[in-house]
């Protein structure tokens, strides 16, 4: 992970250098009949930046993520995606754009008449003009990626167990080499090593790719090491937002459980106490300089 | 299709000093290079160097594509070189290097060689041996069920019987009336032309009569509830077993057929006679208004005749038949559910299989009781 380290560097510096925003919700209002989700909610997320949304059950923390792939339509308020306002998108411009984006369910999402490997190539024989030896290729070098042996692109997803389903999702999200990535849940159901797999991931991908990653979890592992920062939805507002040192520090009521829990503790004593640690990972925001190669 | 770009992946006519790459190596700037790059030799004597100062995009399909090429190139175990690379995409490249150590480390997963047509046959038979033997066992295990609910009739569960006596039954009849107007319509039309020409024109009234109650009424009833309720029974108990519904109920302590089987079986039972009633119904107003419209026949000489023409067997052995329909359509429906494993795609296909096993079943029985009931002389 050297390597990638050096390059998360590079790719935060230029994040830092034209600080563009991928992702930016403004004054956004969702209502279910009398029902508020979102009570004008409104944030950016910096290209190469991994952007975590917590909030208890209920939230609305799925429905912002529908919101923000076009599977649904706030009730009011803007939503710009790669420089595209969703509201305002015709057919084709929102095929254009959706392309440039990958998504991995919380369930999968993996069509059970095609097998893994097929799975996977399916976005690239849809969308490419390259042929089906290459594409197999490049599926099962995805699959690769996502640490699937090469044996599991002949299985069906029934056959499947949820990690390797998690997994197989991720590779099919990563197929087109998307600039933005949307993870639903990447870890929930995972036994901690393969959970761990997912940290080092993901950061990998961003290292490699220069990936933008949004991701929905409750998985404080995630949210301490690989999250720059963190968003923190409850009672349809937006709590706070900031890396998860800053949480802390700031200590808002409805992040609390995440720190003061059992589990919360004994993750924040493996991490360093001060919030303002520049020995933290991953903050393109606060990254001083790059490493010149 | 991505729209091409202005700049896609290319390569200049390989020269003495080597091949010149340009563009974006995206699987949007790939395009139909693929098979440029598998012709692309060079020149005899030529360094294996490829220059790639002028590639302006690179994705992990363009680097496992530039990757492959030099390999091609290079000779002997090494690859040709690449210069000019701009730097941002090092890592990729390096990468891409590493997943083709590792698929060459590991052993390509063998095909498995497709089967003949001996093979396939024979796999379909034992298929469909081994699925006889399964139903005749569901079958066991519903009689089973059954008994045990005879024997404790605290055991039967009144609310999803009426349930299903409405979905399957109430719910069913304005189809079931219009179909069975239109086919007592039709028979009667049929028959009109043949009739006139001997002026046996109110034998219509047996032709009607007869052919609706003992066969037209319970085989059309039979068919659209097969369709009808049959399909939803296998897709229902499809989704729960997909779902680990069914599971759950094993756990809980709640046999799954009690619940999900034995309702809809005493409900169809009591709803599909009841259904063919109605059809026939309908099936001899159809044929009565037809017979009024093509032969002159009256109302009232039409009841005269059919009362004398059909007798009360006729009618008990049309409605005799429903019961045996409604056991056929609930076992075929369930057993087809429970049989569901995997996915949606699963789901489809058991549901398919529920709605034309059923009406095979339902037509095969049919055929059984005409032989029967003729040879009893009903």
Redesign the interface.
Known sequence: MAGAAAAIATATATAAATAEVVIEVKNLHTRFGSHVVHNDISFEVRRAEIFALIGGSGSGKSTLLRELILLQKPSSGTVRVLGADLQALGADEAVALRRRWGVMFQHGGLFGALDVLHNVGLPLREHTALDDGLIDQLAGWKLAMTGLAPEVGALYPAALSGGMMKRASLARALALDPELLFLDEPTAGLDPVSAGGVDALVLQLRALFGLTIVMITHDLDLLWQVADRVAVLADGRLQAVGSMPELAALDPPAVRPYFEGARGRAVRAARPADPADPDHPAKPDREPTSKPK | ???PLTDPADLAPPTADGMVLSGRW???G???I??RLAAAELPAGSAAVADASRITGL???GA??LHTLLQRLGQAGHPAQLQGLP??FN??L???AQ?FE??AS?A??SAKPGATLLQRTGAGVVDAALQGVALLSFVGECAVAAAGCLAHPRRIRWRPILFNIRSAGVDALPIVGLLAFLLGVVVAYQSADQLRQYGANVFIADIVGLSMLREFAPLITAIIVAGRSGSAYAAQIGTMVVTEEVDALHTLGIPPLDLLVLPKLVALVIALPLLTVFADLLGVAGGLLMAQAQLGVGPHEFMARFVKAVSATAFLVGIGKAPVFAVVIVVVGCFQGFRT??????VGRQTTRSVVQSIFGVIVVDALFSVVFSALDL
Not at chain 2, 341 to 346: L, N, P, T
């Open positions: 299709m991505i729209a995206t699987v949007a790939l395009g139909a693929g098979p994705d992990s399909a496992w594509l730097q941002q890592a990729l390096a990468t891409v997943a590792q698929r590991q390509p997963p494993h995997g996915g949606a795609d699963s």
